[in-house]
């Protein structure tokens, strides 16, 4: 078996790669803070779900808790078991980044609606829409973590222009020596004098037919 590079995946394959995969994905996820986040956004949820049992609640505010509950599992779930890495043609830090920015959205105005829906708020309504606040507070610093994925990365210019075709290519570079500079095109001449040129070039020709027509006499 060959050696294989730590920080990479390098030929691993099977279950030797799952094995590194799960263990890169889950170090980035506990590493860069995302776990500690999402896991208190998921408690606060949860908590509130139970404080609002029982109580008369618009079903919009339950919706939203529900939602955001089974999309902060998901997520979990995800980067846990390495499944990212597996499906490259999804850019998961951008959807991770959306979801965090929609979460905040929804639960800030979630809580606010559950205020707004009610004259009086019991003890455990209250706490559940301070929880909602609480979750929202941490995917907006889960917002903040994810910008990590994007330092130090450059946006490829002339990504949309498309190659020359096959038939045309482009023409060559004229070779130049070191040290010399490369030839100029040498001016042409001016063609002011052309007309004059063929006025005397005929005068000569009639002269020539007059002397051979003196000749033959």
């Known amino acids: 078996m060959a050696v294989q590079p730590k920080d ?12 590194w995969e799960l263990k890169d994905s889950n170090k980035e996820f506990w590493v860069y803070g995302h776990a500690f986040v999402k896991l208190v956004s998921l408690g606060c949820l949860i908590a509130a779900l139970i404080l609002l049992h029982g109580l008369a609640v618009h ?10 509950l089974s999309i902060f599992i998901f997520f979990i779930i995800l980067y846990s078991f390495a499944i990212q890495r597996y499906m490259a043609f999804i850019l998961w830090p951008i959807t991770d980044l959306l979801n965090d920015l929609f979460a905040c959205g929804f639960l800030v105005g979630g809580a606010v609606y559950a205020v707004q ?14 929880l909602m606040g609480v979750a929202a507070l941490f995917a907006f610093i889960d917002i903040c973590l994810q910008r990590k994925h994007f330092k130090g990365k450059k946006v490829k210019k002339n990504v949309l222009v498309p190659p020359p075709p096959k038939g045309q290519e482009p023409p060559p570079a004229e070779k130049t020596e070191p040290g010399k500079e490369p030839e100029k095109e040498k001016p042409k001449e001016p063609e002011k004098d052309k007309g004059k040129d063929t006025e005397k070039d005929k005068g000569k020709d009639k002269d020539k037919g007059k002397d051979k027509g003196k000749g033959k006499k």
């Open 59 to 68: 079903p919009i505010v339950l919706l939203i808790i529900t939602m955001e």
């Open 117 to 130: 829906s009610r004259k009086t708020m019991p003890l455990h309504y209250f706490i559940a829409v301070i």
């Open 8 to 19: 990479e995946v390098g030929t691993r394959k099977g279950c030797r790669r799952y094995r």
